[in-house]
């Protein structure tokens, strides 16, 4: 084991307050979530409704992929995430000002989360983008591993803390969600080290267009190769959005069953990154991440073709482990292999894709659910996110050959 796995991340003064950071500000997005999805469908009674919000939350990262990373590259990373996070918790507090005086409607709801999304737009990929610079490139697996596990952490108790605090109203829970947007942006007032990003090819007027980021991505097999997989396995294999369907018809498990079959992925996935933050990944990078993401593919079809509430719940866990270890290993390539001149532009692409991914996903599964049938549509996307591993690692054999997370 190397010197740097040896050592606690957690001793980076910096990284931890990083970790406390993505903590609170995950754990304020997941209890809006919850908040503004029960309230509108109180109000309107409308699945459709719930699908606006969804697309209003994502159009601002598409209206805003250009600009956020050009900010991102151009401006001190931690500033900009502050500001993010300003605008983040203003919106969550003056929802929580309309719910206590009666005046907030679905309209302001809608245009609230369309806010939101905009400062997550801006926040995100600087957030992204700040972690490298906050350790060496030896420590950054383990630093991505930590950091996901607050995320994945965030995502276990997040909803359970919304829906309790709901009980007390929602504007309850966006008034709570409001004060640890503001604790993370005290948090990040406090993180020493990070420095305006410089322009090392300042020579170079390319280098500074709002292109640069995609023209990047496109030119590096590496980095491409790993957010396209990414964009295309989450794409075919996500099945999250039909968990109800899944829960009532196949294994007749209940709405209780079905909170615990939301939490089983975020669970395998917490688990895979506390073991990966003890023992990084340090050779055969390429070929782990791809396997990461074949047992991805392997465990969604077993989730499809199961009728068995334990082993659907088993074949959950192993698909949030498995893409965990995917994630972080494609999210180190990627921060490794950018330039810090160029990373707030390409972590705004990676955001992007990641983002696209997940809504497409969503649709996807929902479109071939109606079309196939639920068993074949789920079955139908395992088999494709293994297809893609084969193509992937025949189209940017760079990536499945790369050996150490640093160094090539």
């Known amino acids: 084991m190397t010197a740097s796995a040896s050592t606690p991340i957690f001793a980076n003064r ?59 590259d151009r401006f001190d990373r931690r500033r900009v995430v502050q500001a993010g996070h300003v605008l983040e918790g203003l919106v969550a507090l003056v929802l929580a000002l309309g719910c206590f005086q009666g005046w907030l409607d679905v309209t302001g709801i809608f245009v609230g989360v369309f806010v939101l999304g905009i400062g997550k737009a801006f926040a995100a990929p600087s957030l992204s983008a700040l972690l490298p610079v906050l350790v060496t490139p030896a420590e950054l697996p383990q630093a991505v591993s930590v950091t996901s596990a607050a995320t994945q952490s965030a995502v276990i108790l997040g909803p359970a803390l919304g829906g309790f605090i709901y009980l007390a109203g929602p504007g309850a829970v966006y008034a709570v969600g409001g004060l640890l947007f503001a604790a993370s942006v005290a948090l990040l007032g406090v993180i020493r080290r990070p420095q305006a990003p410089t322009i090392a090819v300042a020579d170079d007027p390319e280098a500074k267009s709002v292109f640069a980021g995609i023209r990047y991505v496109r030119s590096q097999p590496v980095v491409f190769g790993a957010i396209s997989l990414d964009l295309f396995a989450v794409l075919l294999g996500g099945a999250t959005a039909i968990l109800p369907i ?108 990641i983002g696209a991914s997940n809504q497409l996903g969503e649709f996807r599964s ?26 992937w690692m025949k189209w940017f054999p760079a990536l499945a050959e790369r050996d150490r997370l640093t160094g090539g």
């Not at 074949?294 to 719940?313: E, K, W, Y």
């Open 246 to 353: 899944i829960a009532r018809d196949l294994v007749h498990a209940g709405p209780i069953g079905l909170g615990f079959m939301r939490s089983a992925p975020a669970a395998g996935a917490l688990a895979i990154s506390f073991w990966l933050a003890r023992r990084p990944i340090e050779r055969q990078a390429g070929r782990v991440m791809f396997a990461g993401v074949a047992v991805f593919g392997l465990a969604t079809i077993v989730l499809g073709l199961s009728t068995s509430f334990v082993l659907s719940m088993i074949a959950l866990l192993v698909l949030g482990a498995a893409d965990m270890l995917s994630v972080v290993i494609r999210a180190s390539l990627v921060q490794l292999e950018t330039p810090d001149a160029y990373r707030g532009r390409v972590n705004a692409v990676n955001y992007l894709f």
């Open 366 to 391: 929902g479109v071939t659910a109606a079309w196939m049938g639920l068993v074949p549509s789920i079955v139908f996307g395992g088999v494709g996110t293994l297809v893609c591993v084969l193509l």
């Open 14 to 72: 910096d990284v931890a307050l990083y970790w406390c950071v993505r903590l609170c500000s995950m754990l304020a997005f997941q209890m809006l979530a919850v908040a503004v999805g029960w309230q509108v469908y109180e109000l309107t009674d409308s699945a459709l409704a719930l699908g606006y919000v969804g697309l209003a939350g994502f159009m601002p990262a598409v209206l805003l992929v250009l600009v956020a990373g050009q900010v991102a």
